[in-house]
């Protein structure tokens, strides 16, 4: 089985609300090792979380180590106030505060740092995201001051010019990046970025109700032609669902992406799966304490 390489342990797939409201008391260890145990059952072994406020990806490092797993943690996401991203981490107004923020992660010994540049796709309409994007000279300074402090950064990041402008000023990863064009997989190809599309979080929309069938399987396949055009150029592409988002669930969410891929892509499985495997070694190597 693949590792998860985009997780949120403090969400459980079905109300953001009340999964983080079962930790605001203090961070729940019998919830943790609930979804610890599930992962387990499914033969992951490594999980790369993508923050939160409360310390739940913190704990959960500490507890994973018992269950014989690779835990990676920014601690917590950073982004800029007004912008999207309180609902996984903190928040700054300027970047004498990012940088604050950035030593923060490092005294808690966080492994890598997150970065919200976007706003989440607006699953209502095609072609919307629900918050405009930071400018380039921000972007730039996050990750020079994150780099500079010996980590690597994982962006979340959609829309073409802004997962273009990250890609050339050295992130990381691009997780989800939906909304891409040529530019954008040229510069992540170009500048070695890996990128984690997180399909699962579209495709696994379908039938829920919440939203028009049709408007969902239509972000899916403009995000299926990207992901295609993106691996037949060589670019690195890892597995990872964003498990614990809508529909999403721990242990099941990587094997909807694994799923998703072989639809989207249609080559010789094992072929597929050994790529995929490279791209997650790329994943643990990266993305670590350094």
């Not at 590792?3 to 079962?22: F, P, Q, S, T």
């Not at 939160?52 to 180590?65: C, M, N």
Request: proline share 1%; glycine share 12%.
């Amino acid at each position: 089985m693949f590792g998860e390489c985009h997780a949120h342990l403090i969400m459980d797939g079905e109300n953001y609300r009340k999964a983080v409201a079962v930790h605001e008391n203090g961070v729940r260890e019998d919830v943790i090792r609930r979804w610890l145990e599930i992962y387990q059952r499914k033969g992951v072994s490594f999980i790369r979380d993508g923050g939160d406020a409360l310390g739940v990806s913190e704990r959960a490092r500490e507890i994973a180590k018992g269950y014989g797993m690779d835990y990676r943690t920014p601690i917590f996401a950073i982004h800029k106030e007004g912008h999207y991203g309180k609902i996984v981490g903190r928040g700054f107004q300027d970047l004498k505060e990012y940088a604050l923020l950035v030593k923060e992660v490092k005294r808690h010994g966080g492994d890598f740092i997150k970065i919200m540049l976007t706003g989440i796709v607006d699953f209502r309409t095609v072609g919307v995201l629900t918050s405009s994007p930071l400018s380039r000279g921000e972007i730039h300074e996050m990750i020079h001051i994150a780099h500079e402090e010996g980590f690597a950064v994982m962006g979340h990041v959609n829309g073409d010019e802004t997962v273009k402008i990250a890609a050339e000023e050295g992130i990381d990863s691009v997780e989800h990046g939906n909304y891409i064009g040529e530019e954008a997989i040229e510069a992540m190809r170009q500048n070695h970025t890996i990128w984690v599309p997180t399909v699962a979080t579209v495709k696994d929309l379908e039938g829920s109700g919440r939203y028009d069938d049709g408007v969902i399987r239509e972000i899916y396949a403009i995000q299926s032609d990207r992901i295609k055009k993106a691996w037949d150029l060589g670019v690195t592409l890892a597995i990872g669902s964003d498990a614990g988002a809508y529909r999403v669930f721990h242990g099941e969410g990587i094997c909807d992406e694994w799923r998703c891929f072989q639809e989207i892509i249609g080559e010789e499985k094992e072929e597929m799966k050994k790529r995929l495997q490279d791209s997650e070694e790329e994943v643990r190597k990266r993305f670590r304490t350094s």
